[in-house]
Nanobody
């Protein structure tokens, strides 16, 4: 299994970015993708997770409303649309994938060693 992130970069506060997570090696659509982020000197946190089969999704904390997760099964890709960015959103964003889960909330809380694939990450930097 493999996932590759893209789409990070720099944005001004209030701006938007769209991240992509391209998955490969999975059979069919029975897998799920999670987005995670880690700011400098901060703990890793789950951002949003989605089932590629059902579309069921989960958002951590107050991110729902500013962040939107979506999928394109034809492209085996999950997206994270981030709007109204703030400097607190700065960090390394990476995606992970699993084929065995109970809830999408569970995926967002999984440590790396429970993920079956994760990428190198894409940097998001928001300037105020």
């Amino acid at each position: 299994f493999r996932v590759v992130e893209s789409g990070g970069g720099m944005a001004q506060a209030g701006g938007s970015l769209r991240l992509s997570c391209a998955a490969s090696g999975f059979t069919g659509d029975h897998y799920a993708i999670g987005w995670y982020r880690q700011g400098l000197g901060e703990d890793r946190e789950g951002v949003s997770c989605i089932s590629m089969s059902s579309g069921d999704s989960y958002y951590e904390g107050s991110l729902k409303g500013r962040f939107t997760i979506s999928k394109d099964n034809a492209k085996n890709t999950a997206y994270l649309e981030m709007n109204n960015l703030t400097s607190d959103d700065t960090g390394l964003y990476y995606c992970g994938a699993v084929t065995d889960w109970t809830t999408t909330e569970e995926i967002c809380k999984m440590p790396n060693y429970e993920l079956e694939a994760w990428g190198q990450g894409t940097q998001v930097t928001v300037s105020s």
